[in-house]
């Protein structure tokens, strides 16, 4: 698989913010994934995804794709750190072309990676439970569930919290 990992800087590269920008919506707007990736399930708009993209560096926020050597984004993960709240897997998202191809595993064991060479010991995550295969990724590799909050979608849908820790 020519498959690459590699951080997006959109806020201070132009080539990334073009990349970056429609694989963003393609990703997070396709119907299979909006209602994973959306409280509200809504689609994101482009003018929103642009302002997100031009502060995300002083938000500790960063983006990492999964690409061919072609160039074609696949997945898409956001990650946070807070030297308070800690590191977080804020959002993962996969085309629906690469789904159950180990994309967006190789996206969370990175975020994983990053996070312990970073000297954080431990990265949380979110994920609505109804989302059974991100539930069983997340589990497989090593995360465990550390609490829910009820009724956080747009249609009722449950929200699990939980927390991979190393160190």
Not at 63 to 75: C, H, K, L, T
Not at 140 to 160: I, T
């Amino acid at each position: 698989m020519d498959l690459t990992i590699r951080e997006c800087k959109p806020q201070s590269s132009v080539d990334d913010l073009t990349a970056l920008v429609p694989a963003y919506l393609a990703i997070w707007n396709h119907p299979d994934n909006l209602p994973f990736l959306s409280f509200t399930r809504l689609a994101f708009t482009e003018p929103q995804v642009r302002e997100w993209f031009s502060a995300h560096e002083a938000a500790g926020v960063r983006f990492f794709v999964a690409q061919r050597e072609s160039g074609a984004i696949g997945a898409l993960a956001i990650t946070r750190e807070n030297p308070v709240e800690g590191f977080e897997l804020w959002g993962l998202g996969v085309a629906p072309e690469r789904k159950r191809s180990g994309w967006g595993r190789r996206l969370v064991r990175h975020g994983i990676e990053f996070a312990e060479g970073a000297g954080y010991r431990a990265v949380t995550t979110q994920v609505f439970a109804n989302n059974a295969p991100m539930l069983r990724l997340l589990l497989d590799e090593g995360f465990l569930p550390v609490r829910m909050d009820h009724h956080r979608g747009a249609a009722g849908e449950d929200m699990m919290h939980l927390a991979v820790y190393f160190g």
